[in-house]
Structure formats: structure tokens, C-alpha cells
């Protein structure tokens, strides 16, 4: 089935209309040497009822974490999602439309969008945020591209080993073909060392790029480590977790200039690693300089108001090879989960989700901690997430949680370009990731399974 | 009933006190928090968001929907964007438990039908493109640019090569000389023949040792096809340079033509477009990349490889190619929208696939013919599966643009075409109309067209007169722009 809704009959009528005789003198139109001369080789076509147990089939082969009790982390966690969000975002209205080019056709869209922008604002402490980006690794990138841009460096550019090694790889993919050198401060201690960080950044230094909490889940000394980026005049990029504004002060009470996120805690399924949600805030100085769709609040012929695509002479569409990005399509939809989540859950609700994930977070650190065999690889504060070193081999741990049920990691041995920590190490260590999801029971089971 | 709701801002809906969602108590022991965090690091109070209880949240987004033209409610002829329907069982099927939970950090052992599911849908990929290689991590169509011209990079920086250019037609869409120049290159348009095809000629006077990639659209963002691609390939390669092919709109070609076949050395598909995405209001997407054999080492990683077992059981897992330019983004890729393209090609088959082109190429087709007397097309006969039509007699004769064509569809009921692109002609009408729609939709479309030119030009130019809003000022706005509502109240 192919969802044709024209009969053979008005099929011809239209070729009459045309004025062809055929489809073939449409076709005609590529060269006949061309035109492939056989069928493609593709399996049998479906029905509904036959494809939907075939997804069946597929899905009943893969461990999800709804039949299980999931302590995974590493850039995307098992937070709840209330169920307005899916019945919200469900609605076709949304999510068959496409990008809010016409303003007229797309007031739902665009107020939705400069709503998602002013939260997203809020929860960063900073002035603008767009309306999204791919995902939190390409975001990254992105942002050390902008600051480039915005501070006319392209020398080098520093990123803390302690930042997602996966945003990290994405920032030396984007750079591979530009002269800037990508320099990776290594935190053997789970965070930046502030003094080492002094030696890293000179005056060709376009930004600092930190992670905090970071991929570890240690607290980084964010303002100290502004302030050395400041006073060598680069930006600070300041990833962060959007939850934990909900306990901790945000990036641009911390002293940041560009903040980005991956935004999936804000209620977007786990799905594999995608669609995510891509989140770059900054400074409203920095606002021309930005990537990525911003909708602007303005009024329509007859004073009332509403809302469009402004500043758009940033984007690929007008400004072409000198566009801030070639950001077209972007992560609409689950910007709009994230607006919907964030109003359901208010001041209170974010705080309390902040607050679980870190109690609870600390109860099965502490309770892992005593079993012989176990320690936490970093010592420092945390907030959700932290690194659990278990002697017997990070491998042997998942595979005893999983035996009761549980799912933890990612181990630490999966991300090549941790390669500064002994791989030894690295072989013994894993993430375990608590949110407010997860109960005292389902922590105790983890415990019990690796004791 | 019409939506007359007001549309007030969740900030001035809030009401201090109320909330949408409740969590549990904390059933670990209540240590004090200062004992857990640093009294430095601790906020004085969460962000400042709204207070809202649950059914003002429902109602208020409920509300926002019906604001949206879309394809589920209009005919939305949005030329190059692809907009057609959405099949229901995707969403259903996308949101299986054991799909739209899985973790991406879960073991490839605990995800092999996940893996088998992104396997197949490699392999039908590179199958409709004829090129063997595929990665699907890319997020949208210009992410898939981007990542192929990385590889590209990738592959003569490997051979020693020092190429810096990247030429493009004039037509190309703004995301092609934006990749490239994301990428590091430098930026070479071509002016294109008369005829909206590109000029051999011209395209020769650019090629030398320095020359990457020939990035072309094909068919064309005329709906053209390039009749001339295999010896513009050839004049390419025969530099040393690399073919891409913007695959935006393969709807018009699948199961037709591959651009494998026609000298493309890569292309970028995007799910959301051709496969039925959906468009999501603006993403997500995805932008899966197909690559020749000789570039297939330079894929971001991973990709998803057939483990030789020795038997029939079937083993996937997560691979590495050996030269990888690393990768473009976190995790593996917008697993959510492959779902999607996977249940949609599997539910049209090879010969559904070919059927859905051929009959988006006949109703462009029929459209085209139907609007010729009041809006003609300067370019072709035919067409494939969109054309490009021109307001430029109406607005020299009566002051009519295409905006105001685009702004008085509005009132009809009729999501407007692209206007403004392609650039190369003027007063642009793109239209697009898919194969998803029927003869009844397109004769009612040409109806209000043919009607609406015989309009009142003020009518026309203060259009549309029907919908929430109308013709949003923007110059004041863009000079002193107002993004939050923080700055709202600031004003
Ligand atoms: C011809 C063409 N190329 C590239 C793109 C970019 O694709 P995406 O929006 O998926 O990034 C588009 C989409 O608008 C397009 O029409």
C-alpha cells in the first residue's frame, strides 16, 4: 500500500489534462539509460496488521526500560514523563505541521516555540535561548563554533575531559578541517583542575567548554573556571543538566556565556538516543551570533499580538555560506514536550525532581559503597550520577544487575577518547544514574545484586 | 467551532501556588541536602517558571494546536518540504515498549531487534540509492550534508590531497553552501544555463586539483531533472572530485532512478520528507548519509553490521569504521524517525515505493497543467514531482505578489507553496503537492488560485483576513527583538 488515494479512472483524466498520452512521457523526462530496469530489492510489502506484529516481533527483542529497572545514564535518564506530554504533543495539529515559515498558518507553533525559549531562558540563568538544535553533542559543537564567531578567535578552543566524550568526539569532528586546535584538559580527579586549566588557555583562546554537573556527575568549580576564561578573554560554554537548576544555581548565575544541554530529561523517551533536544542559551549580546531558529515576539497588521521567525538573516536560508549555521530542520517537536513537561511540573515540581534524583542518587551511592569490592571512583560532590568502580570489571557488574532485573552503565571502557584514564580503570567502571523514577526498593535490588 | 480562545502566555497564566504534577515522597533517608551538595553550588530558590495545574496546561496547548495549519488538517503544497501523510500506525508502532524506551547505552546484545530493524533500514537505503555505504546517525538533511562533506574532507586529507573548493548551482538550496562552508570550504555558486539546468561549460571553468565536491539537487529544485548528471558526474570525477547529491527530493525518483546510478558519489536522504517523518513542526528529522564503497571507511560512528555467525541466526552489532571521522552528535541517531521511514517502507514494498513517485510526479504534473494560464512556469513542459511557477506577469501587471497569492491561500483553506525559492526565478511559487492528496484537492486548490487572481488587489495585499493573525510586523521587531517574555515585560 502505497497511500494513493487516485482511482485509474481520474488517473486518466489527469494524463488528458496533462496532455500526455502515458506516465511513461513523464518519465521520459530522465534519460532512459538511467532509469533503473528492474524492481528494487526490498522485502514483501505489510499490511498494518502484518507490520504491527512484525514491530512486535522486533521490539520483544530488545530491553526496555519499562519492563526493567533502569539506572543507565551517560547523557540520557529514565526521568518520569507526565502523560500530558504525549497526549499533547500527539495532537496531528503539531506534529504533521511543518516549520513555522508562514506565521499566519503557525501561531500555535511559534507562541509554543517563544514559550520554550523564555523557559529554557529561565532555567539557564541566561537572556536567549533558541528555539533548539539537534541534540546536546552537535549542541556543543555548535556553541564552540559561535564562539568563535563572537570572539574572532580561532587559535584553539579547550574542552574538560570531564564533559560527554560523545560532544567532545562531535566537537573534534566539526573541527577536523579548521586550523583551530582542540585541546582536552584531562580530570583525573572527576573535574577540572582550576590551576592546570590556567596552563591550557592563551590568548588565541576561543572558549572553555565545561560540563556541570559533569559526565561523572561531579559539581565543577564553574566560577573559578570562568573567571580564568574571562580573564584571557574567551567565552565559557557551560553544559548542563537541565534538572538540576531545579537544586543548583544556573549556568549564567555561574558566570557562563553560552549555556548548552540535551534537553531529553525534560520529558522525551529514551528511544535509543533520538529525536533529542538541543539547547543553546546566551547572552543577549551574543544573540547575532547565535545558530538556530528564534521566533520573535511582534504585533500583526491590526495591533494585536503574535509571534514569527525573526531574525532570520542569521540563517542558511538568506545569509547561505555566511549563515551562523546550516541549521534547517530542527527538534520542534520535542521542544514542544519540553515546554509542555516544564509547565506541568513548575517551580516546586522541577525542584522536587531535582531533589529525588539527588537523594536518591546519594542513598545508592552509599549503600553500594559498602559492598566489598565497590567504591566510587571520585570522591567530590555529585548530583544525580556517579562513577561506580567495581573490582571484579564494569562488564561483570552490568551483567550481575542485569541477571536481577537492573540495568546500570554505560561502562566507561565504551568511549575511546576517555583514553587519559588508565584503561585498567576504565575497564572497572561504570555510571550509575538515579532519578526521582526509582525507589528504595530498586535501589536496594541493585545493591543486593552487586553484593 | 472556530477557535476564538484567547492565547494568553504560560507566564500570564500562572497562578502562584498551583501545580501540574505531583511527585511522590522521598522514601530513602531524609540526610540533609547541604550535607549532599556544596552550600556554593545550591540555588536560592528553582527558576522562575509558571504555576499551572494540569487542565490549564491541557487546554492551553489544546488551544495553541488549532492555531496550526497542518498536513493531518490542510493541503499543505509546501514545494521542496514534502509534505505528505503521515501514517497513524507509525506513531503507534514508534512508541512500542522495547523501541521507545530503550536506553542508548544498552548493550548490543540486549537491543538485537532494534539493531536488525536499523540494519534493514541501511540496506533498503542504500538499495533506492544505489549506494552501498550508510550511516544514520545525521539529525536532518543539512546534518547529513555536513557529515558527508566531513567524510569527504576525511578521504583527501587520507590521500594527501588539498582540495578547498565546493561548487554549487545558484539553485541550491541555503543549506548546501552553508554545510560547505561549515566544513571549511570555500564557496563556489554556478549561475546556472537559462533553463534552470546547470551548465557543463560553466562547471568546467571551476573544476581543477582544488575542487572537493559538486554538490547538486536532483531533480533539481526546479523539479527538473538534470538530464546531463551522468556527464556532469564524469567532468567531476575526472578532476578528482566528489559528486553529492541533495537527496531532498528523491519522492520524485525512488525506485525510478538512483542517484548510485546517475554518478552521485553521496547523498543525504531526509526520513522526515520522503519517508513520511513527520515534520514535526520543524524536526525532528533525520538525515541518514549513502556513500561509494571507497568512502565508506570515513563513516561517523557506529553503524550497525551483520555478525557472519556461521548459521541462520541472525547477530547485529554496533561497529566502527576503520578511519571514522568520529561522529556528528551524541548517541546513535534519531532511532525514533528511522522507525518511522523502517514501517514505511516496509508497508509499500519495492513496488509501492516506485507507485508513490510516480503518482507525486503525476499530480504535479496535473497542477501544473491546471494553474499554466494564471501562474505559467518559465522551466519545462513537465515537470517531476514539483514545479516552480511565477507570480512575476501578475505582479507587473496588478501589483500581485506571490506573498500576497501565499497570504490569500490562507483564507481558502490552503496551506500556501514555497515563495521566494528558488531564488534563480522571480516571485517563486513552489509547489509540491505529493502523492498523498487527491484530483478533488488539487481542482479545489486551482479553483481558489484561479480565483483569487481575479481578486481585489488591496484584498490580496492586506490577505489573509480569516486567520488568528495577519502579516506580522517585522522590521521594528527585528531591530529591537523581543525573544522571552522576560524581555516582554521589560518593554
Ligand atoms: C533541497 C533541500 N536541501 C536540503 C534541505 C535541508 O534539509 P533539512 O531541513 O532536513 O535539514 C532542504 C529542506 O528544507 C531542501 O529542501
Given at each position: 500500500m502505497s497511500y494513493l488515494f487516485t482511482t485509474s479512472d481520474e488517473q486518466q483524466?489527469?494524463?488528458?489534462?496533462?496532455?500526455?498520452?502515458?506516465?511513461?512521457?513523464?518519465?521520459?523526462?530522465?534519460?532512459?539509460?538511467?532509469?533503473?530496469?528492474?524492481?528494487?530489492?526490498?522485502?514483501?510489502?505489510?499490511?498494518?496488521l502484518e507490520l504491527e506484529r512484525h514491530l512486535r516481533e522486533l521490539a520483544s527483542r530488545n530491553v526496555g526500560?519499562?519492563?526493567?529497572?533502569?539506572f543507565m545514564g551517560g547523557g540520557a535518564y529514565d526521568h518520569y514523563i507526565p502523560s500530558v506530554v504525549?497526549?499533547?504533543?500527539?495532537?496531528?495539529?503539531?506534529?504533521?505541521?511543518?516549520?513555522?515559515?508562514?506565521?499566519?498558518?503557525?501561531?500555535?507553533?511559534?507562541?509554543?516555540?517563544?514559550?520554550?525559549?523564555?523557559?529554557?531562558?529561565?532555567?539557564?540563568?541566561?537572556?536567549?535561548?533558541?528555539?533548539?538544535?539537534?541534540?546536546?553533542g552537535s549542541g556543543v559543537?555548535?556553541?564552540?563554533?559561535?564562539?568563535?564567531?563572537?570572539?574572532?578567535?580561532?587559535?584553539?578552543?579547550v574542552v574538560a575531559g570531564s564533559v560527554n566524550p560523545e560532544a567532545v568526539q562531535s566537537v573534534t569532528t566539526y573541527l577536523a578541517d579548521q586550523p583551530t586546535e582542540v585541546l582536552v584538559l584531562p580530570t583525573r580527579h572527576g573535574k577540572v583542575g582550576v590551576a592546570?586549566?590556567?596552563?591550557?588557555?592563551?590568548?588565541t583562546t576561543a572558549c572553555i567548554v565545561i560540563q556541570h554537573p559533569n559526565f561523572f556527575g561531579e559539581l565543577e568549580d564553574v566560577e573559578q573556571i570562568a573567571a580564568v576564561a574571562h580573564q584571557q578573554g574567551a567565552l565559557l560554554i557551560h553544559s548542563f543538566d537541565p534538572i538540576s537548576v531545579?537544586?543548583?544555581?544556573?549556568?549564567?548565575?555561574?558566570?557562563?556565556?553560552?549555556?548548552?544541554a540535551e534537553g531529553q530529561a525534560l520529558g522525551v523517551p529514551l528511544q535509543f538516543g533520538g529525536p533529542y533536544l538541543g539547547i543553546l542559551a546566551c547572552k543577549k549580546e551574543l544573540v547575532r551570533k547565535m545558530p538556530g531558529r528564534l521566533i520573535g515576539q511582534t504585533v500583526d497588521r491590526n495591533g494585536q499580538r503574535c509571534f514569527f521567525l525573526n531574525l532570520q538573516a542569521r540563517e542558511q536560508h538568506i545569509r547561505r555560506a555566511g549563515a551562523m549555521s546550516n541549521i534547517c530542520t530542527n527538534q520542534g517537536l520535542l521542544a514542544l514536550r519540553a515546554t509542555v513537561y516544564l509547565s506541568l511540573l513548575g517551580p516546586q515540581g522541577l525542584k522536587e525532581v531535582a531533589e529525588l534524583s539527588c537523594r536518591k542518587a546519594h542513598y545508592a551511592a552509599d549503600r553500594l559503597k559498602q559492598i566489598e569490592g565497590c567504591e566510587l571512583l571520585f570522591t567530590g560532590p555529585f548530583f544525580k550520577e556517579f562513577v561506580l568502580k567495581y573490582e571484579h570489571g564494569a562488564d561483570s557488574a552490568i551483567r550481575k544487575a542485569a541477571a536481577a532485573g537492573v540495568d546500570i552503565g554505560p561502562m566507561l571502557s565504551r568511549f575511546p577518547n576517555l583514553n587519559w584514564l588508565p584503561q585498567e580503570v576504565r575497564d572497572q567502571c561504570l555510571l550509575v544514574a538515579v532519578t526521582e523514577s526509582r525507589t528504595k526498593d530498586e535501589i536496594d535490588r541493585l545493591v543486593t545484586a552487586l553484593a | 467551532m472556530r477557535n476564538r480562545q484567547a492565547t494568553q502566555l504560560l507566564s500570564e497564566l500562572s497562578h502562584a501556588g498551583r501545580r501540574g504534577a505531583e511527585l511522590p515522597p522521598s522514601d530513602v533517608p531524609e540526610w540533609p541536602l547541604e550535607d549532599l551538595l556544596p552550600s556554593e553550588a545550591m540555588a536560592a530558590a528553582p527558576p522562575r517558571l509558571p504555576e499551572l495545574a494540569e487542565p490549564d496546561v491541557v487546554r492551553h496547548f489544546v488551544n495553541l494546536s488549532t492555531l496550526n495549519m497542518s498536513v493531518d488538517t490542510h493541503f499543505y503544497p509546501l514545494g521542496s518540504c514534502t509534505m505528505k501523510y503521515n501514517p497513524k500506525r507509525h506513531e503507534r508502532l514508534s512508541r512500542l515498549p522495547g523501541i521507545v524506551d530503550v536506553h542508548p547505552h544498552q548493550t548490543a546484545g540486549n537491543i538485537q531487534g532494534l539493531l536488525e530493524l536499523l540494519y534493514?533500514?541501511?540496506?533498503?537505503?542504500?538499495?533506492?540509492?544505489?549506494?552501498?555505504?550508510?550511516?544514520?546517525?545525521?539529525?536532518?538533511?543539512?546534518?547529513?550534508?555536513?557529515?558527508?562533506?566531513?567524510?569527504?574532507a576525511a578521504y583527501f586529507r587520507d590521500k594527501g590531497e588539498s582540495r578547498t573548493k565546493v561548487i554549487f548551482p545558484a539553485s541550491a538550496h541555503g543549506t548546501n553552501p552553508a554545510s560547505a562552508a561549515m566544513a571549511g570550504f570555500d564557496c563556489v555558486e554556478l549561475k546556472g544555463r537559462s533553463d534552470g539546468f546547470v551548465d557543463i561549460e560553466e562547471l568546467k571553468q571551476h573544476l581543477d586539483d582544488k575542487t572537493a565536491v559538486f554538490m547538486v539537487t536532483n531533480p533539481n529544485t526546479l523539479g527538473l531533472f538534470e538530464r546531463e548528471?551522468?556527464?556532469?558526474?564524469?567532468?567531476?570525477?575526472?578532476?578528482?572530485?566528489?559528486?553529492?547529491?541533495?537527496?531532498?527530493?528523491?519522492?520524485?525518483?525512488m525506485g525510478i532512478t538512483r542517484p548510485g546510478d546517475f554518478g552521485g558519489d553521496m547523498m543525504h536522504y531526509n526520513v522526515h520528507k520522503t519517508f513520511t517523518g513527520p515534520h514535526g513542526a520543524g524536526g525532528p528529522g533525520s538525515g541518514p548519509i549513502c556513500v561509494r564503497d571507497f568512502l565508506a571507511d570515513y563513516l561517523p560512528a557506529p553503524i550497525v553490521r551483520q555478525r557472519d555467525t556461521g548459521s541462520d541466526e541472525k547477530r547485529f552489532e554496533l561497529a566502527t569504521p576503520s578511519k571514522t571521522i568520529g561522529r556528528v552528535r551524541s548517541f546513535f541517531g534519531n532511532v525514533g524517525i528511522l522507525v518511522r521511514g523502517y514501517c514505511y517502507l516496509r508497508t509499500l514494498g519495492a513496488a509501492g515505493v516506485r507507485e508513490a513517485a510516480e503518482q507525486a510526479i503525476l499530480n504535479a504534473n496535473y497542477l501544473k497543467a491546471l494553474l499554466a494560464d494564471v501562474l505559467p512556469s518559465a522551466h519545462g513542459e513537465h515537470c517531476l514531482h514539483e514545479f516552480v511557477a511565477s507570480a512575476d506577469g501578475l505582479a507587473k501587471e496588478r501589483g500581485i505578489t506571490a506573498m500576497d497569492i501565499a497570504k490569500r491561500l490562507l483564507d481558502y483553506g490552503f496551506h500556501p507553496p514555497t515563495v521566494y525559492f528558488p531564488l534563480v526565478v522571480p516571485h517563486a511559487m513552489m509547489f509540491e503537492p505529493t502523492e498523498t492528496e487527491s484530483k478533488a484537492t488539487l481542482d479545489a486548490f486551482s479553483d481558489a488560485i484561479h480565483k483569487i487572481v481575479t481578486e481585489d488587489a488591496d484584498l490580496l495585499h492586506t490577505a489573509p483576513h480569516s486567520t488568528p493573525v495577519s502579516r506580522p510586523e517585522e522590521v521594528n521587531a527585528t531591530r529591537k527583538p523581543v525573544l522571552t517574555w522576560a524581555a516582554c515585560n521589560k518593554e
Open positions: 483524466q489527469m494524463l488528458g489534462r496533462i496532455g500526455v498520452d502515458s506516465l511513461a512521457t513523464l518519465l521520459d523526462q530522465i534519460p532512459t539509460q538511467l532509469q533503473l530496469d528492474r524492481p528494487l530489492r526490498m522485502p514483501p510489502a505489510l499490511t498494518e526500560a519499562a519492563s526493567r529497572v533502569c504525549d497526549e499533547v504533543t500527539g495532537r496531528g495539529e503539531f506534529y504533521t505541521a511543518y516549520t513555522p515559515y508562514q506565521a499566519e498558518a503557525s501561531q500555535g507553533t511559534l507562541q509554543a516555540f517563544f514559550e520554550f525559549q523564555s523557559l529554557i531562558a529561565e532555567l539557564s540563568g541566561l537572556d536567549i535561548a533558541n528555539a533548539s538544535l539537534y541534540d546536546g559543537a555548535e556553541a564552540v563554533l559561535m564562539a568563535m564567531r563572537c570572539t574572532g578567535r580561532t587559535g584553539r578552543v592546570e586549566l590556567e596552563s591550557y588557555i592563551d590568548e531545579g537544586l543548583l544555581k544556573r549556568p549564567g548565575e555561574l558566570g557562563a556565556d553560552i549555556a548548552v | 534493514e533500514m541501511q540496506e533498503m537505503l542504500a538499495e533506492i540509492s544505489g549506494l552501498p555505504a550508510v550511516s544514520l546517525q545525521p539529525a536532518a538533511g543539512a546534518h547529513g550534508e555536513l557529515t558527508a562533506l566531513f567524510v569527504a548528471i551522468a556527464e556532469i558526474a564524469k567532468v567531476v570525477h575526472d578532476v578528482g572530485g566528489l559528486v553529492y547529491i541533495d537527496g531532498a527530493n528523491m519522492n520524485a525518483i
